[in-house]
């Protein structure tokens, strides 16, 4: 395991936060949840009835005996969940229609995060995304000033760590967007240990090109500055002028980055979820994530084609989020 994680399970331990797992049936989740529970790093909270929970885990050789097994239809406290629910949504749902509502394994999770009875949530092995994130936007919401939440990777190899984002969420987003990316990434990166230098990707450099395209990337930059004006962003720029000091000294002599960009921030989801697989395919990096960032408090997303490793570390990444609230 990379230092980095080494870095975050030691501090994760000292506080041993709680991190609920809607899918507690899932062999990859009691894998993991099983293994954190025995490192003593995280609380996991599994949701499901106890009887297929733990047959479950029989069948594949964990122990879940010292986990807690929540099922939303026996919860003590589940009419406490559906009244905070109802006034959360302000009117959008009745008491009746939250009852129902509420036996959904994601949204009884993210309403245990909600009422601070847990840290934080992964999902995503069985749901799909929009069966993650919907419950998290409706109840948990983003953070004030941040109008969309973004999904970014933190890559790793060796010694090396950078940010890519957006990868996940945001399909053709505009100036504002981007700039709220752009900040969030940079407040990402420091969870990781990363002192952010953001730069703001496009086909052109410092206006090489001009464009509908390089106008968007470049007020985006404008509008990041005005957010955060510590942050150290600037752009537009080709990825070679980011991220290699002879050739930022050639293309952008100005530039506070110098080509030692560590957080990058893409124009658009397409370009980010082929950038972050071809280094993580043709690079060698280990691509962590996507990490949802913006919201206020932790829930993120698997591939469901995660392995039980891939559920160990978004695990301890989100309970890492949770410490910096």
């Known amino acids: 395991m990379s230092d980095m994680f080494t870095e975050i399970k030691q501090e994760v331990k000292e506080v041993n936060p709680a991190i609920v797992f809607p899918e507690g049936t899932d062999e990859r989740i009691l894998e993991a949840a099983a293994r954190l529970h025995k490192e003593g790093i995280i609380q996991p909270i599994l949701i499901g009835t106890r009887q297929d929970v733990e047959i479950k885990a029989k069948e594949i050789g964990q122990d879940v005996s010292g986990i807690t097994i929540l099922d939303p239809e026996t919860y003590e406290a589940f009419d406490e969940l559906v009244d905070a ?43 799909s995304t929009g069966d993650t994130v919907r419950p998290a936007l409706q109840i948990i919401k983003t953070k004030e000033g941040v109008k969309k939440t973004s999904g970014v990777f933190v890559m790793v190899k060796n ?24 900040v969030e990434a940079g407040k990402t990166a420091k969870v990781f240990g990363i002192d952010p230098k953001v730069a703001m990707l496009s086909f052109s450099t410092k206006g090489s090109a001009k464009s509908e395209e390089t106008d968007r990337v470049a007020e985006a930059v404008m509008l990041a500055k005005e957010k955060n004006p510590e942050l150290n962003v600037d752009g537009e720029f080709q990825f070679d002028a980011a991220f290699v000091p002879d050739v930022a000294a050639k293309k952008a002599p100005d530039s506070p980055l110098r080509g030692e960009a560590n957080t990058f921030i893409f124009p658009s989801l397409e370009a980010g979820n082929i950038g ?45 989020q949770s410490l910096q609230k």
Do not use: W
Not at 106 to 119: D, E, H, I, P, S
Not at 277 to 301: C, F, M, S, T, W
């Open 159 to 182: 010694d090396e760590r950078y940010i890519f984002g957006d990868c996940a969420i945001n399909i053709a987003p505009d100036s504002s967007d981007l700039a709220e990316t752009a």
């Open 276 to 320: 972050y697989k071809i280094a993580q395919r043709l690079g060698g990096y280990e691509a962590i994530g996507p990490i949802l960032q913006g919201l206020n408090q932790p829930v993120n997303d698997l591939s469901r084609g995660c392995s039980q490793e891939d559920v160990y570390k978004l695990a301890l990444i989100t309970a890492m």
């Open 85 to 127: 629910f109802v006034e959360r949504r302000k009117g959008k749902n009745t008491k009746d229609e939250a009852q129902q509502i509420l036996k959904s394994a994601n949204y009884f999770g993210t309403m245990l995060v909600y009422t601070g009875r847990a840290a934080g949530l992964v999902s995503g092995a069985i749901h």
